[in-house]
T-cell receptor, first 110, second 114 residues
Framework: QKEVEQNSGPLSVPEGAIASLNCTYS??????FFWYRQYSGKSPELIMF????GDKEDGRFTAQLNKASQYVSLLIRDSQPSDSATYLC??????????FGKGTTLSVSS | EPEVTQTPSHQVTQMGQEVILRCVPI?????FYWYRQILGQKVEFLVS????????KSEIFDDQFSVERPDGSNFTLKIRSTKLEDSAMYFC????????????FGPGTRLTVT
């Protein structure tokens, strides 16, 4: 059974701080790794993807992948109240169905 | 920016009725997916579709479910005889190419079975 595990939170950070979200996965054959943001009652919105070991930066977001440890993380710098949402980690083998974690709820206080 | 659209946004139906959920994927995308999310639970894969046939399906996607691409733009999910446990948000997603590529989700249809 392919699993993606995330701490459900809530993760609470003050405005301007760095939020660190973590995810582990069980399928060693996973090739693609995604972070989606989901506001309550809305659909998942893709914010980052990473395919290779190491770091990938996009604005305030940095995704980190360590395939040997089967670990993916998302860092959000200068967190804003508008970043308050549930962050979903998803993985797949190339082109196949996404396997989602349950998500981590992030709360950024002003 | 192109986006996936879904209709209706909310569907209420009685147990045992048939429902059809509609999706218009991003126009140059070739791979289409249906996922569902029961309230408070994680997003679960139902089925993927490519080149006019199902390419992958989950255990959830039993004989009560079917998918179709009736024309060049629409992608539909039919549930033949709805059950109370089918109540969920249903998301359509699409992606452009083979190999690793990102899936983009539509806004979802909230299905309520009474």
């Amino acid at each position: 059974q392919k699993e993606v595990e995330q701490n459900s939170g809530p993760l609470s950070v003050p405005e301007g701080a760095i939020a660190s979200l973590n995810c582990t996965y069980s399928d060693r054959g996973s090739q693609s790794f995604f972070w989606y943001r989901q506001y309550s009652g809305k659909s998942p919105e893709l914010i980052m993807f990473i395919y290779s070991n190491g770091d990938k930066e996009d604005g305030r977001f940095t995704a980190q992948l360590n395939k040997a440890s089967q670990y993916v993380s998302l860092l959000i710098r200068d967190s804003q109240p508008s970043d308050s949402a549930t962050y979903l980690c998803a993985v797949n083998r190339a082109g196949t169905a996404l396997i989602f974690g349950k998500g981590t709820t992030l709360s950024v206080s002003s | 920016e192109p986006e996936v659209t879904q209709t209706p946004s909310h569907q209420v139906t009685q147990m045992g009725q048939e429902v059809i959920l509609r999706c218009v994927p991003i126009s140059n995308h070739l791979y289409f997916y249906w996922y569902r999310q029961i309230l408070g639970q994680k997003v679960e894969f139902l089925v993927s579709f490519y080149n006019n046939e199902i390419s992958e399906k989950s255990e959830i996607f039993d004989d009560q479910f079917s998918v179709e691409r009736p024309d060049g733009s629409n992608f539909t999910l039919k549930i033949r005889s709805t059950k109370l446990e089918d109540s969920a948000m249903y998301f359509c997603a699409s992606r452009s190419s083979g190999g690793p590529s990102e899936q983009y989700f539509g806004p979802g249809t909230r299905l309520t079975v009474t």
